[in-house]
């Protein structure tokens, strides 16, 4: 909310800088995000005193005035017609600046000399009036410098309210929290409303409601015999520099005071309104209503309505209706100060997306209490402005309501606060902001809560209101009583810190995408109907399309990523991504699941003096995850794959005790298109809940060998139909002696030629050279019983 | 037996050595099975005792002189060798090293181990929580009213009525009170979704929230936490300042500012020219969220607080476009 101190100046003495005044409102909870200083933006205006007025010989529209300034009488051309003899007016004199770059000159105008030029609101930057020439209040004198004077200079301070303090939604309210920074009392204003004629609005209006919990309080006023005008410019500024905009002195009065109290009001031309009455209804059906803007509006059951004899002429709290609307031709007005249910009156502005700023107080809950007085101020201040005659009396509906209170102890406020504060200084700091203390005993109190302060209702609302008032600079920072226990990593922290851990080692940056993809990533990835990743999670108001559903597999996302840095020119990447995927399950069910990505192009350098790099092929990434796997204790094999986006030359599944746990390979190069990629990625994706599951992290030591290990190599063919594994896992199973097998060669002439190199190890004995000349032996026999394998002389 | 001019005739052998073949083939001559000291010592057999010990003697001491002489002459050799090969192998030693390949984690992944890692060491465990809540735990159970600004459509992403993307990990809260009971000391780690995406705001971004609950917790004790933590994370001499704030779920409820790192609290664009940045939101537990647990708030105590990961990252490293994070260009990865 904008405040200008100005304003704020008339309830409370600020006495302070406003720069202070900002800092002490934001540690009181109320955040001055802004402090906008209003110094003039010109120079060399002066006060002077139209003293003559004579139409311009040569152009219709312009007049030649005479202007006092006190010492001189200067001659200036002006286009405005909404000046006469002796208006006091600001005279920017030759040489005068407006603004950053206007500065004004002496010239001719359609041949008569013009000594400056008078000025608009606007071009002094005042308000935003242009409609005329700025008509000072005659108490300033002539030749008084304009940047010197008061209204020029202001400070406005942009005060964040928070939701829950509707009360501060007034100058007047924030007034209340500056009187008991700077221990004083707001004073409300102060005036004396004139009732004239012979009728009582008593007898002129009626009034009635259908449901007090929608309309607990509703005051009707009237004012005969009003004439429409502009207001005044201190009105008129105040208005602007709150951050609304001047219409006319009617609806500027109702503006002004729900600035100045919080307190919305409406205004009916009277005559308009059927059987000169006024009931509020709470709507029972669907209807169609033509607000003030010539909108029809939708209204639903529960919207509250404001009936006349005929039909609704306005939605409560929230706009008016064109039938009743104020307009130039008005004379009579009725006037409503009213409290509405604030639930009610947000679902309505919710659902017809009004949020004007009656409706933000009223949904706040503004102070019923005030309902009245507010009626009168805006009498007042209309009575003032429009002329008229103000009805005696009024149409008045209150259901009044117990006031709140509630009981507390002192030992409830230190003991949450941890802090020592004294009785004394509880009950001035609750007395400053109008909370008194009713009843006392000797360990607490009770407290009753004015009107206004929807957000209290219990000890701890209390507790807060002592806490801010204390000032929190002033509570102690302790240590918890509690033990210090220390806390263990769960299993699932120290797999990830392992997995982040191996990526960092093995050349891998970690990447973190959005948890949503698109429709279409699944489609191209040509997930079947029948696989868990095309039954995605769509989210009903997605940013874009792009990002409409949440993904179900991490990859596209991966790609994207990959994508982008390879249109920027990066050549060789490797990515890591942990993150989740979900999915729908049966019977509205949603399942969360955390997954690992990897994905690798290009080589491990682009280049290197030394030796060129081999491009990257489906071994690193298949070692990427063996490597991983053996560091968390996993076995994994691999199996062939019929993931449909992989290369299926260079594709795998893994497996982890017969239970898929994921794929790894070379993506499509159709698919890889799609994602504007052109060079080959390789790939691997496996679900963290199995890996969790199947992992083992016990650390065992085992001895280490006393007695030396021995070597024989072996060249095999070996036909493409059988695989390599088959070959090791089979050398593997004849002893427990062989401790590894390795295959340090493989080339392809008319047959495929693989070496293997095997270790012998005991732990009981040096192992002799017959015991492995026989494995040996054994090794050739069973290996060349199978079908396709054959020694290599 | 005449060991006279032994010695003079070794010095004449050593003294001609030009090179280590020449120095290997005398150490055989001399030194050697059959060398110059094993006929003597052959010869030593053949005296009777007391000659023995004292021509033994006299040979030994020739023999030690004699390796010392080789010895010394044999490292100088090897010293030769060896400036030769240093010579012949000669680098360039200002071209490249070759460099081991490394990753790196993703700077929010290191900013939550940093926030984790502090409140570890404080007593708070990790607690999770799903990312597709119900309304009920991402609001109702706050205290957050269905009516309320935040579970508008065009703040909170929805799955379908009553089920939402988590729009803070505050969830967990619930989640783990419903599970246990006091006392309670967790944070909450993970990814919250919100309809927005500018330079300030991702649809998917990284909170940290944290609670304590207990008897006799105080809001000092939040200030003290809370303290300890920030000038942990940002250096022992960080200005900070608690001041009041709302929250539905928290009272009192305290937004916690850090002196402007920017620009050292003189004020600035960052700052919005106070000096203070917002870091994060804490408070006590509101009595309702407590009643709607089932504990009872009579008995206990406690405070929550949550922060906003990327925010504490980008005014750690100087970050200026929050997007920076989601985009993972490898030229902003490596720079952490
Ligand atoms: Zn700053």
Same mark, same amino acid.
């Given at each position: 909310?904008?405040?200008?101190?100005?304003?704020?100046?008339?309830?409370?003495?600020?006495?302070?800088?406003?720069?202070?005044?900002?800092?002490?409102?934001?540690?009181?909870?109320?955040?001055?995000?802004?402090?906008?200083?209003?110094?003039?933006?010109?120079?060399?205006?002066?006060?002077?005193?139209?003293?003559?007025?004579?139409?311009?010989?040569?152009?219709?529209?312009?007049?030649?005035?005479?202007?006092?300034?006190?010492?001189?009488?200067?001659?200036?051309?002006?286009?405005?017609?909404?000046?006469?003899?002796?208006?006091?007016?600001?005279?920017?004199?030759?040489?005068?600046?407006?603004?950053?770059?206007?500065?004004?000159?002496?010239?001719?105008?359609?041949?008569?000399?013009?000594?400056?030029?008078?000025?608009?609101?606007?071009?002094?930057?005042?308000?935003?009036?242009?409609?005329?020439?700025?008509?000072?209040?005659?108490?300033?004198?002539?030749?008084?410098?304009?940047?010197?004077?008061?209204?020029?200079?202001?400070?406005?301070?942009?005060?964040?309210?928070?939701?829950?303090?509707?009360?501060?939604?007034?100058?007047?309210?924030?007034?209340?929290?500056?009187?008991?920074?700077?221990?004083?009392?707001?004073?409300?204003?102060?005036?004396?409303?004139?009732?004239?004629?012979?009728? &009582?609005?008593?007898?002129?209006?009626?009034?009635?409601?259908?449901?007090?919990?929608?309309?607990?309080?509703?005051?009707?006023?009237?004012?005969?015999?009003?004439?429409?005008?502009?207001?005044?410019?201190?009105?008129?500024?105040?208005?602007?520099? =709150?951050?609304?905009?001047?219409?006319?002195?009617?609806?500027?009065?109702?503006?002004?005071?729900?600035?100045?109290?919080?307190?919305?009001?409406?205004?009916?031309?009277?005559?308009?309104?059927?059987?000169?009455?006024?009931?509020?209804?709470?709507?029972?059906?669907?209807?169609?209503?033509?607000?003030?803007?010539?909108?029809?509006?939708?209204?639903?059951?529960?919207?509250?309505?404001?009936?006349?004899?005929?039909?609704?002429?306005?939605?409560?709290?929230?706009?008016?209706?064109?039938? =009743?609307?104020?307009?130039?031709?008005?004379?009579?007005?009725?006037?409503?100060?009213?409290?509405?249910?604030?639930?009610?009156?947000?679902?309505?502005?919710?659902?017809?997306?009004?949020?004007?700023?009656?409706?933000?107080?009223?949904?706040?809950?503004?102070?019923?209490?005030?309902?009245?007085?507010?009626?009168?101020?805006?009498?007042?201040?209309?009575?003032?402005?429009?002329?008229?005659?103000?009805?005696?009396?009024?149409?008045?509906?209150?259901?009044?309501?117990?006031?709140?209170?509630?009981?507390?102890?002192?030992?409830?406020?230190?003991?949450?606060?941890?802090?020592?504060?004294?009785?004394?200084?509880?009950?001035?700091?609750?007395?400053?902001?109008?909370?008194?203390?009713?009843?006392?005993?000797?360990?607490?109190?009770?407290?009753?809560?004015?009107?206004?302060?929807?957000?209290?209702?219990?000890?701890?609302?209390?507790?807060?209101?002592?806490?801010?008032?204390?000032?929190?600079?002033?509570?102690?920072?302790?240590?918890?009583?509690?033990?210090?226990?220390?806390?263990?990593?769960?299993?699932?922290?120290?797999?990830?810190?392992?997995?982040?851990?191996?990526?960092?080692?093995?050349?891998?940056?970690?990447?973190?995408?959005?948890?949503?993809? =698109?429709?279409?990533?699944?489609?191209?990835?040509?997930?079947?109907?029948?696989?868990?990743?095309?039954?995605?999670?769509?989210?009903?108001?997605?940013?874009?399309?792009?990002?409409?559903?949440? &993904?179900?597999?991490?990859?596209?996302?991966?790609?994207?990523?990959?994508?982008?840095?390879?249109?920027?020119?990066?050549?060789?990447?490797?990515?890591?991504?942990?993150?989740?995927?979900?999915?729908?399950?049966?019977?509205?069910?949603?399942?969360?699941?955390?997954?690992?990505?990897?994905?690798?192009?290009? &080589?491990?350098?682009?280049?290197?003096?030394?030796?060129?790099?081999?491009?990257?092929?489906?071994?690193?990434?298949?070692?990427?995850?063996?490597?991983?796997?053996?560091?968390?204790?996993?076995?994994?094999?691999?199996?062939?794959?019929?993931?449909?986006?992989?290369?299926?030359?260079?594709?795998?599944?893994?497996?982890?005790?017969?239970?898929?746990?994921?794929?790894?390979?070379?993506?499509?190069?159709?698919?890889?298109?799609?994602?504007?990629?052109?060079?080959?990625?390789?790939?691997?994706?496996?679900?963290?809940?199995?890996?969790?599951?199947?992992?083992?992290?016990?650390?065992?030591?085992?001895?280490?060998?006393?007695?030396?290990?021995?070597?024989?190599?072996?060249?095999?063919?070996?036909?493409?139909?059988?695989?390599?594994?088959?070959?090791?896992?089979?050398?593997?199973?004849?002893?427990?002696?062989?401790?590894?097998?390795?295959?340090?060669?493989?080339?392809?002439?008319?047959?495929?030629?693989?070496?293997?190199?095997?270790?012998?190890?005991?732990?009981?004995?040096?192992?002799?050279?017959?015991?492995?000349?026989?494995?040996?032996?054994?090794?050739?026999?069973?290996?060349?019983?199978?079908?396709?394998?054959?020694? &290599?002389? | 037996?005449?060991?006279?001019?032994?010695?003079?005739?070794?010095?004449?052998?050593?003294?001609?050595?030009?090179?280590?073949?020449?120095?290997?083939?005398?150490?055989?001559?001399?030194?050697?099975?059959?060398?110059?000291?094993?006929?003597?010592?052959?010869?030593?057999?053949?005296?009777?005792?007391?000659?023995?010990?004292?021509?033994?003697?006299?040979?030994?001491?020739?023999?030690?002189?004699?390796?010392?002489?080789?010895?010394?002459?044999?490292?100088?050799?090897?010293?030769?060798?060896?400036?030769?090969?240093?010579?012949?192998?000669?680098?360039?030693?200002?071209?490249?090293?070759?460099?081991?390949?490394?990753?790196?984690?993703?700077?929010?992944?290191?900013?939550?181990?940093?926030?984790?890692?502090?409140?570890?060491?404080?007593?708070?465990?990790?607690?999770?929580?799903?990312?597709?809540?119900?309304?009920?735990?991402?609001?109702?159970?706050?205290?957050?009213?269905?009516?309320?600004?935040?579970?508008?459509?065009?703040?909170?992403?929805?799955?379908?009525?009553?089920?939402?993307?988590?729009?803070?990990?505050?969830?967990?809260?619930?989640?783990?009170?419903?599970?246990?009971?006091?006392?309670?000391?967790?944070?909450?780690?993970?990814?919250?979704?919100?309809?927005?995406?500018?330079?300030?705001?991702?649809?998917?971004?990284?909170?940290?929230?944290?609670?304590?609950?207990?008897?006799?917790?105080?809001?000092?004790?939040?200030?003290?936490?809370?303290?300890?933590?920030?000038?942990?994370?940002?250096?022992?001499?960080?200005?900070?300042?608690?001041?009041?704030?709302?929250?539905?779920?928290?009272?009192?409820?305290?937004?916690?500012?850090?002196?402007?790192?920017?620009?050292?609290?003189?004020?600035?664009?960052?700052?919005?020219?106070?000096?203070?940045?917002?870091?994060?939101?804490?408070?006590?537990?509101?009595?309702?969220?407590?009643?709607?647990?089932?504990?009872?708030?009579?008995?206990?105590?406690?405070?929550?607080?949550?922060?906003?990961?990327?925010?504490?990252?980008?005014?750690?490293?100087?970050?200026?476009?929050?997007?920076?994070?989601?985009?993972?260009?490898?030229?902003?990865?490596?720079?952490?």
């Amino acid at each position: 909310m904008k405040v200008p101190i100005e304003w704020l100046n008339e309830f409370v003495v600020i006495d302070i800088e406003p720069e202070d005044l900002a800092k002490r409102l934001t540690m009181r909870g109320l955040e001055v995000e802004g402090l906008e200083k209003l110094a003039p933006r010109f120079s060399g205006v002066i006060a002077g005193t139209i003293t003559r007025i004579d139409a311009h010989p040569n152009a219709d529209n312009l007049s030649v005035c005479s202007i006092n300034t006190g010492r001189e009488e200067l001659t200036v051309v002006c286009g405005a017609s909404n000046i006469s003899v002796n208006d006091r007016v600001p005279l920017a004199t030759v040489g005068a600046a407006l603004g950053q770059d206007f500065v004004v000159g002496r010239r001719k105008v359609r041949g008569i000399e013009s000594f400056g030029m008078l000025c608009s609101e606007k071009e002094l930057g005042l308000t935003d009036d242009h409609s005329g020439i700025f008509i000072l209040p005659d108490t300033v004198t002539p030749g008084s410098v304009l940047a010197d004077l008061s209204i020029a200079h202001d400070t406005v301070l942009d005060v964040s309210v928070p939701p829950n303090r509707g009360d501060c939604l007034s100058v007047f309210g924030i007034a209340r929290e500056v009187a008991s920074i700077l221990r004083q009392k707001a004073k409300l204003p102060n005036f004396t409303l004139q009732a004239y004629g012979d009728g &009582r609005a008593e007898d002129e209006i009626d009034l009635a409601i259908h449901d007090t919990n929608a309309c607990p309080r509703y005051v009707l006023k009237l004012i005969k015999g009003i004439s429409l005008a502009p207001s005044p410019f201190w009105m008129r500024r105040r208005i602007t520099r =709150s951050g609304m905009r001047p219409i006319n002195n009617i609806v500027d009065v109702t503006n002004y005071v729900m600035l100045e109290l919080g307190q919305p009001l409406h205004a009916f031309d009277f005559e308009r309104l059927t059987e000169s009455r006024i009931e509020v209804k709470v709507a029972q059906g669907s209807s169609n209503f033509r607000t003030l803007d010539s909108i029809d509006r939708p209204l639903e059951t529960g919207d509250i309505l404001i009936c006349d004899g005929s039909g609704p002429v306005a939605v409560a709290g929230i706009m008016g209706g064109e039938n =009743s609307e104020i307009t130039g031709a008005t004379k009579n007005m009725a006037l409503e100060s009213a409290y509405f249910n604030p639930f009610s009156i947000r679902a309505t502005a919710r659902r017809l997306g009004i949020r004007s700023e009656a409706s933000l107080r009223f949904e706040k809950g503004i102070d019923i209490d005030n309902v009245g007085y507010a009626a009168e101020r805006a009498m007042y201040l209309m009575h003032e402005l429009a002329g008229g005659t103000v009805v005696k009396g009024q149409r008045e509906i209150f259901e009044k309501r117990e006031s709140r209170t509630i009981y507390i102890t002192y030992s409830n406020i230190n003991g949450l606060l941890g802090t020592h504060i004294s009785r004394d200084a509880v009950t001035r700091a609750l007395r400053s902001i109008d909370l008194h203390i009713t009843k006392e005993d000797e360990n607490g109190f009770i407290v009753s809560v004015p009107n206004f302060r929807h957000d209290i209702g219990e000890t701890a609302d209390i507790i807060e209101e002592i806490s801010r008032i204390h000032g929190f600079e002033h509570i102690p920072d302790t240590s918890p009583v509690s033990v210090l226990k220390p806390q263990k990593l769960t299993r699932k922290e120290r797999f990830l810190n392992l997995i982040k851990e191996y990526c960092l080692g093995t050349g891998f940056y970690e990447i973190i995408n959005f948890s949503f993809f =698109s429709v279409k990533d699944i489609e191209n990835f040509l997930i079947p109907g029948d696989d868990e990743r095309s039954r995605y999670v769509p989210i009903m108001n997605p940013i874009s399309r792009d990002w409409g559903v949440m &993904r179900t597999m991490m990859i596209p996302s991966v790609l994207r990523c990959m994508a982008y840095n390879l249109n920027r020119g990066a050549k060789n990447l490797r990515f890591f991504e942990k993150g989740k995927v979900f999915f729908r399950e049966s019977a509205g069910g949603i399942s969360e699941r955390t997954m690992l990505c990897f994905a690798i192009t290009g &080589r491990q350098k682009e280049y290197s003096w030394k030796e060129r790099h081999p491009d990257y092929d489906f071994f690193d990434i298949k070692g990427t995850i063996e490597g991983l796997m053996e560091r968390l204790g996993v076995s994994c094999q691999v199996g062939a794959t019929t993931e449909p986006f992989l290369d299926h030359g260079r594709g795998a599944d893994i497996m982890i005790d017969g239970i898929k746990a994921g794929w790894a390979g070379a993506i499509r190069d159709d698919i890889l298109q799609l994602y504007e990629i052109e060079q080959t990625i390789y790939c691997a994706e496996l679900r963290f809940d199995i890996i969790l599951e199947k992992g083992n992290l016990t650390l065992q030591y085992k001895p280490i060998p006393r007695y030396p290990q021995s070597t024989r190599d072996f060249s095999f063919y070996v036909d493409d139909g059988v695989p390599i594994a088959i070959l090791v896992e089979k050398i593997k199973g004849i002893s427990p002696l062989i401790v590894s097998v390795g295959i340090f060669d493989m080339f392809r002439k008319e047959m495929r030629s693989v070496s293997m190199r095997v270790v012998f190890q005991s732990y009981e004995d040096t192992l002799t050279d017959e015991r492995i000349n026989a494995l040996q032996e054994q090794i050739i026999g069973e290996l060349t019983k199978i079908d396709g394998i054959s020694l &290599r002389a | 037996m005449d060991i006279s001019g032994l010695k003079e005739k070794i010095d004449s052998e050593v003294s001609r050595i030009g090179n280590i073949e020449d120095l290997k083939r005398v150490k055989v001559s001399i030194l050697g099975r059959k060398g110059l000291f094993a006929d003597y010592i052959d010869q030593l057999k053949t005296l009777d005792k007391d000659l023995r010990r004292d021509a033994g003697k006299a040979i030994n001491e020739i023999k030690s002189w004699a390796d010392v002489r080789l010895g010394e002459l044999e490292k100088h050799f090897n010293d030769i060798e060896r400036q030769k090969r240093e010579q012949a192998s000669l680098i360039d030693i200002t071209m490249p090293g070759t460099t081991p390949v490394f990753g790196k984690k993703h700077p929010i992944t290191l900013t939550l181990e940093e926030i984790i890692r502090i409140f570890a060491s404080l007593g708070f465990a990790v607690a999770e929580g799903p990312d597709i809540e119900t309304e009920f735990y991402n609001f109702e159970s706050l205290n957050i009213p269905s009516d309320h600004p935040a579970r508008d459509m065009q703040d909170t992403f929805y799955i379908r009525p009553g089920v939402v993307l988590r729009t803070h990990t505050s969830p967990v809260q619930i989640r783990t009170m419903e599970a246990q009971l006091p006392p309670v000391k967790i944070i909450a780690p993970g990814s919250v979704y919100r309809c927005d995406n500018d330079i300030s705001h991702t649809p998917m971004f990284h909170q940290v929230e944290g609670l304590m609950v207990d008897k006799n917790v105080r809001f000092s004790d939040l200030k003290g936490i809370l303290s300890i933590f920030i000038h942990d994370m940002f250096g022992p001499d960080t200005p900070l300042r608690f001041r009041p704030s709302y929250f539905p779920f928290t009272e009192p409820s305290a937004e916690v500012d850090i002196g402007c790192v920017i620009c050292r609290g003189q004020g600035c664009r960052v700052c919005k020219d106070t000096g203070w940045l917002e870091i994060l939101g804490s408070g006590m537990v509101h009595p309702q969220v407590f009643r709607n647990v089932g504990y009872d708030q009579e008995e206990i105590t406690g405070f929550a607080f949550g922060m906003g990961v990327e925010r504490i990252a980008m005014i750690k490293f100087g970050i200026d476009d929050i997007r920076q994070f989601y985009y993972n260009d490898i030229r902003f990865l490596s720079q952490f």
